[in-house]
C-alpha cells in the first residue's frame, strides 16, 4: 500500500510540474505575442481596422494605416494642399500615385503638402504645432487606435523616426483611385494597402473635421459608389533600394488593390 501511494504521489508530482510547464509556457507566449503586437512600428502595431486577410507585417500596415489617415486630415483642410496633389496628380494619370520621397523632399513642389503633414504629425506626438492651418482634432473618436506615444523607440525623437521609417526605410507612396476633389463637403476615405493578396481592407471616412468613422471594407464597389478622395498608402518595389525590394511580399501585386479606370474627381 505504500509502494501504492507513493507512486500515486511521484504521478502527481509528475503531471502538476507538467501543467505548471504548459502554463508558464502560455504565458511566456502570450507575453510575447502582446510585445510584438504593440511593438515595431512607431505608430504602434496592435490598434489596426479589422482586415479582409492576414498581412505579413501588421505594424508595416499600421503605419502605412496613419500615414493614409495623415494625408487625409491635411487634404480635408487645406485648399493649396488639394491644389498641389491635383496639379501632381494631372502629371501622373496613369499611376495616379505619388511618391512620399517626392511630396516630402526639400526642393518638393508640394510645399504646402509638405508643412502641413509634418506640422500634423508633429502635433501628434509632441504636441508642438504653432502655426499650421489645421485645426481639425488629432485623432478623434472612430480615428486609428494605437496613436504616436509609449517607448517603443526609447529616447529616440519619434517624430524624426516616423518620418525616417515612411522615407528612408520604406519606399511608400500615395494612390488616389478617384483622384482628390476640390468639394470641401466631400468625405474622405483613407486605408492601407492590405499587404496581401485582400479583396479589401477596412479604413476611414472622414465626414467633417471632428468626426471619423470607420469603414468595414474598402473594396473596388467601394470606390465605384463613392465620387470622394480616397488615399490609399502603399509600398512600392524598387530595385536601386535595398529597403525596398519587399522580397516578403513578392507573391503581391502591389499596385493592384483598387486598381481601377475611374476618372479623377473634379
Avoid at 56 to 77: K, M, Q, R, S
Avoid at 95 to 108: E, G, I, Q, V, W
Wanted: proline share 5%; aromatic share 10%; hydrophobic share 35%.
Amino acid at each position: 500500500m505504500k509502494r501504492i501511494n507513493l507512486i500515486l504521489a511521484v504521478s502527481c508530482l509528475f503531471l502538476f510540474s507538467c501543467e505548471v510547464d504548459s502554463i508558464e509556457q502560455q504565458t511566456e507566449t502570450d507575453a510575447n505575442f502582446s510585445i510584438k503586437s504593440s511593438g515595431g512600428s512607431f505608430l504602434g502595431g496592435g490598434g489596426l481596422p479589422a482586415r479582409s486577410c492576414d498581412p505579413i507585417d501588421a505594424d508595416f500596415e499600421h503605419t502605412l494605416t496613419w500615414t493614409a489617415y495623415i494625408t487625409g486630415l491635411v487634404i480635408y483642410e487645406d485648399t493649396a494642399v488639394i491644389n498641389e496633389l491635383r496639379a501632381e496628380l494631372n502629371l501622373n494619370q496613369t499611376t495616379k500615385a505619388l511618391r512620399l520621397t517626392d511630396l516630402l523632399s526639400s526642393t518638393t513642389s508640394t510645399p504646402n503638402f509638405k508643412y502641413e503633414f509634418e506640422q500634423k504629425l508633429a502635433d501628434i506626438f509632441n504636441g508642438t504645432i504653432t502655426s499650421s492651418s489645421i485645426v481639425c482634432p488629432d485623432d478623434p473618436a472612430g480615428g486609428p487606435d494605437d496613436g504616436p506615444g509609449g517607448n517603443v523607440c526609447g529616447l529616440c525623437d519619434p517624430y524624426q523616426e516616423f518620418l525616417d521609417e515612411i522615407l528612408i526605410d520604406n519606399c511608400l507612396e500615395l494612390y488616389f483611385p478617384r483622384g482628390v476633389y476640390t468639394d470641401h463637403s466631400v468625405n474622405i476615405t483613407t486605408v492601407a494597402h492590405p499587404l496581401c493578396n485582400g479583396y479589401g481592407n477596412a479604413g476611414f471616412s472622414r465626414t467633417s473635421c471632428a468626426n471619423v468613422i470607420p469603414v468595414g471594407a474598402v473594396v473596388p464597389n467601394y470606390v465605384q459608389t463613392h465620387y470622394e478622395t480616397i488615399v490609399v498608402a502603399r509600398p512600392y518595389v524598387d530595385l536601386s533600394n535595398f529597403n525596398c525590394y519587399y522580397t516578403e511580399h513578392s507573391s503581391i501585386d502591389l499596385n493592384d488593390y483598387l486598381s481601377g479606370s475611374w476618372p479623377l474627381g473634379n
